[in-house]
T-cell receptor
Framework: GQQLNQSPQSMFIQEGEDVSMNCTSS?????WLWYKQDPGEGPVLLIA?????ELTSNGRLTAQFGITRKDSFLNISASIPSDVGIYFC??????????????FGQGTTLQVKP | DAGVTQSPTHLIKTRGQQVTLRCSPK?????VSWYQQALGQGPQFIFQ???????QRGNFPDRFSGHQFPNYSSELNVNALLLGDSALYLC?????????????FGSGTQLSVL
């Protein structure tokens, strides 16, 4: 089945540092999404990307939809302790836009040292 | 406005048993999707229900079944439990016809199979 490869698997950084993570796929997606999941909670949407090449920001978060439509990255600038959590990329294949079906990466666990 | 509510929050079963998990969608949402999230992995799509029927299905065996009620709430049933069924089960709701980035996730039911 379709898979998303997300890297790195985990990161341990100092407060104030910038963070970058990415996802690659063997298939084309028409939407890329980035989520954050805190312990004991479900994923919460951070950023949605809809067009190849699109660059979108949400506060200190910036994400891009790769021009090949097979990859995406997420950057977090000036990290703070509350950025701690697991970040997931998710993709939506053409034709599945309202099916409830997303394909998720394996997640990047972020730890921030004050 | 309550979001997606799931019950129970935690559950312990033994191999071979059957389990039923419950989900109430966010107010105004009429479709429900279920995901399985194994430890250290991203969520995997099980199926979507709307109009009380299964509409989309992921790569899960027939031991996984569901139901949707007229009030849009849903149940996930798993028969003949295996150790590998231990996971966080997430329910997500979406107004029918809207794109998947509008999916709203619950906090999940943590199932442990011993």
């Amino acid at each position: 089945g379709q898979q998303l490869n997300q890297s790195p698997q985990s990161m341990f950084i100092q407060e104030g540092e910038d963070v970058s993570m990415n996802c690659t796929s063997s298939s084309i997606f028409n939407t890329w999404l980035w989520y954050k999941q805190d312990p004991g909670e479900g994923p919460v949407l951070l950023i949605a990307l809809y067009k190849a090449g699109e660059l979108t920001s949400n506060g200190r978060l910036t994400a891009q939809f790769g021009i090949t439509r097979k990859d995406s990255f997420l950057n977090i600038s000036a990290s703070i302790p509350s950025d701690v959590g697991i970040y997931f990329c998710a993709g939506q294949t053409p034709g599945s836009s309202n099916t409830g079906k997303l394909i998720f990466g394996q997640g990047t666990t972020l730890q921030v040292k004050p | 406005d309550a979001g997606v509510t799931q019950s129970p929050t935690h559950l312990i079963k033994t191999r071979g048993q059957q389990v039923t998990l419950r989900c109430s969608p966010k107010s105004g949402h009429d479709t429900v999707s279920w995901y399985q999230q194994a430890l250290g992995q991203g969520p995997q799509f099980i199926f979507q229900y709307y109009e009380e029927e299964e509409r989309q299905r992921g790569n899960f065996p027939d031991r996984f079944s569901g139901h949707q009620f007229p009030n849009y709430s849903s149940e996930l049933n798993v028969n003949a439990l295996l150790l590998g069924d231990s996971a966080l089960y997430l329910c997500a709701s979406l107004p029918r016809g809207l794109s998947n980035e509008k999916l709203f996730f619950g906090s999940g039911t943590q199932l442990s199979v011993l």
